[in-house]
């Protein structure tokens, strides 16, 4: 039998790319079907793979005209569902636009295709004694266009800043295939003109795709200090992370780990040597002129001491660090050991109401019978609940959903926030109106329609449609209702 | 005298009464820097003057527009804490100014430093936009279409800002009456040390080329840094007068401001008339002072080949914002940000 005859527009996307950077077939687009967030789930009508600003270009001209929506797509590990798209979209996936093309060493910038890997563009220039700050946990896959939509945070952000306060500038194709230029090497904001560039990072692939992105680039510091401390409880790791702050010093990172995330780390090959008995871990980086590196240390080992901290572990050279930071890094992987399925919460509370905010984590799993574990960015509060949970198991979502409902109203009612780096992509969509009232996401739905006036650029993200929320309040739902139709495995 | 609200329902109610443009200010210290407004009412939002909140073990503050600098900063300085970005006059009017960027490579900015922020339209509906706490992306940055705006788009009521511990030991240095090449090499010397100082300035006089800067963290480093690179401790606390971050016009002359990168430097110094004064702050935000209207289009003609941006921003009011020109899709998305946000153009 024939294959089916390709419809008109699929047919014109490959006249533009070829056959070899465009899918069409339901199986190819398997893999484009979530991100991180695998709770929402939907294939693609079509995904294609330009290779330069021009391509994209012409690719979005194409789709504006045709009046069809498109979703921009890094290497998929947002965990929001940002940039899964639904049946009706073209997926744009940036992933082989991942040059780097341009390094000033004297000027401290670096101008990047969007689909380079956060780590390579360190990579690039650690010869150079520079490197790029921020560093989510998926580094080492995830790529600076990505980082960009999401601003995204990592580890270091604590004393570096957020992917915005990283950014410069970024040429950018607008829904109706036209160029914008915002900021430059020079500055994000040009003397006259306002901050786009800020505006835009962060804005979850929703106003345009970047196609180069100016970054900059951080000179490395003489000396780092990694230091790992176990503790019988998780309110003496916060206490010592209060009292570092309160201190006055400002360390590079500072994460704390729970027990459970220790133990699932410890079985799994990010296993990095964490004391399993430990209620929680606090990993600690110092960075800095090695003479006060050395001052620094002896002070955060004062109040580890002074916490009763039950083990101190230093990282000695290079290889030590890694290690340390290994079971970090591999946190997440490792909980794939659990079960199926990880919803990897992302909310805020001010630092000094992280004890107050885990008790309430705690209770909310218990009370909705989760399995939960805690890995987080202490200094900035930033707390990552995580539940595992089967995905394939209707209840279990359901109750994985609901849990996670609460958890991030706990941090909006501590004062907090229900992102701290992750984005709301669909996932949150229900969630936006904890923060924010009908005119703040007018304001916010206003100036989104600048950019995208016809919201075709990733459709129904960041912000709830007007009388929609309940739709997206029905996850659970949805969820059962794709397994009755088969629509996964 | 100008209307003072000192609330924000005050302010909400004045902004539903007046007809025709507006124009905000705030203790009005930065007035004479703004584009030209007849026949605007002045509205100063110098009224709404209460920290509304200071937590000090998050370090982050809350702040109506009228709150003064030095008010702000005697708070903070009680509990440890520093804003760690230069300006003075009304926190408002610092963050919409956004007049010297960063002060240091990398350095912390209003942009940087504001994490959310409570305002209104010109029709005085109020929205949110950000958080109070030290890191959130939930909905789009709209407060940081604050940054730079001159207050043309809609009035802030409280600005949420990010604090930072102040520093165990600082000190201030200047090297004066240095040949171009000395400072130039000295300037890329300090912009290129990890971390770098707190404050850079960069001055060219009637002298010859001044150097100062602001050396902050902890004593053993700050001292080992100005053995290292034979910096003299300055006497004043605050610094010596080229700290003052702004130049003056001279009688009929004008000031241009702009951004340039450190390689660049050189050919701008070039295109600058040798006797005009010419200021330049680490983050690389830089003032020229230009003796007549002539030698501002002249400048401002020759910035694009040196991929610099800048505009005037002291001279007649209605030459003040004139500059070099912004690419066509930035300028056609600022104006439709404006046009939705402020659709009669009262805000100017």
Known sequence: ?489 | MSPTPRSTAELQELLRAVRGPVRLLGTGSRQARLPAADGATALSLAGLDRIRRLDAPDQTCSVEPGVRREVLDAELARVGLELPCAGGGSLGGLFASDATGPVTVGGASPRSLLLGLEALLADGTSFRSGARVVKSVAGFDVHKLLVGSQGRLFAATQLHLRLRPRPRSEAWFERARLERDDALRLLATLRALAPAPAALHLLRGPHGFSLAGRLAGRAVHVQATLREHALREHALREGPALASLHLEATAGGEVVAGNVVGSRLPALLAAIPADARFLMHGGGRFEVALASARETDALLAALPALSTQACIVLGEPARRGRGTPLDAGHERLASGLKQTLDPHGIFV
């Open chain 1, 1 to 489: 039998m024939l294959p089916a005859p390709m419809p008109p527009l699929e047919r014109a996307l490959t006249g533009l790319l070829g056959a070899q950077r465009v899918f069409c077939s339901r199986d190819a687009l398997l893999a484009w079907e979530c991100d991180g967030f695998t709770v929402h789930r939907s294939r693609p009508r079509a995904v294609v793979l330009p290779e330069s600003t021009g391509e994209v270009q012409a690719v979005v001209r194409l789709l504006h005209m045709a009046n069809v929506p498109f979703v921009p797509r890094g290497a998929g590990t947002c965990l929001s569902g940002g940039p899964t798209a639904s049946g009706d979209a073209v997926v744009i996936d940036l992933a082989r636009m991942r040059k780097v093309l341009q390094i000033s060493t004297e000027d401290l910038y670096a101008v990047v295709q969007p689909g380079v890997v956060n780590l390579d563009l360190t990579a690039a220039v650690r010869h150079l004694g520079l490197h790029y700050a921020p560093d989510p946990s998926s580094q080492s896959v995830c790529t600076i266009g990505g980082n960009l939509a999401e601003n995204s945070g990592g580890p270091h952000c604590f004393k570096y800043g957020m992917t915005q306060d990283h950014v410069l500038g970024a040429t950018i194709v607008l829904p109706d295939g036209t160029l914008a230029r915002l900021g430059d090497a020079a500055g994000p904001r040009a003397p006259h003109g306002l901050d786009l560039t800020a505006l835009f990072c962060g804005s979850e692939g929703t106003f345009a795709i970047a196609t180069e992105i100016t970054v900059r680039l951080c000179r490395d510091q003489e000396s780092v200090r990694t230091l790992l401390a176990a503790f019988a409880s998780m309110t003496a790791a916060c206490r010592t992370v209060s009292d570092i702050v309160a201190a006055g010093l400002v360390p590079a990172a500072l994460e704390i780990l729970d027990q459970a995330t220790i133990r699932a780390v410890e079985a799994s090959v990010y296993r990095a040597g964490y004391p399993a008995d430990a209620a929680a871990v606090l990993l600690v980086e110092l960075d800095g002129p090695a003479v006060v590196i050395a001052e620094e240390t002896a002070e955060v080992r004062e109040f580890f001491r002074r916490n009763g901290a039950l083990s101190i572990e230093e990282a000695s050279d290079a290889a030590e660090r890694k290690r340390l930071w290994k079971g970090r890094k591999g946190a997440f992987g490792a909980m794939g050991r659990l079960n199926t399925d990880l919803y990897v919460l992302d909310g805020v509370v001010p630092r000094t109401r992280l004890e107050e905010a885990l008790d309430g984590i705690t209770a909310i799993g218990q009370k909705h019978g989760v399995v939960l574990t805690n890995v987080f960015h202490a200094g900035d509060g930033n707390l990552h609940p995580n539940i595992s949970f089967d995905g394939r198991d209707a209840q279990q979502t359901a109750r994985t959903v609901a849990a996670g409902r609460e958890i991030l109203q706990l941090c909006v009612d501590l004062g907090g926030s229900i992102s701290g780096e992750h984005g709301i992509g669909s996932e949150k969509l229900d969630h936006v109106g904890m923060m924010f009232d009908a005119a703040d996401l007018d304001v916010m739905a206003r100036v989104r329609a600048v950019f995208n006036p016809d919201g075709l650029c990733n459709p129904g993200k960041v912000l709830p449609q007007r009388g929609a929320c309940a739709e997206v309040a029905k996850w659970p739902q949805m969820v059962a209702r794709v397994l009755d139709t088969g629509e996964r495995p």
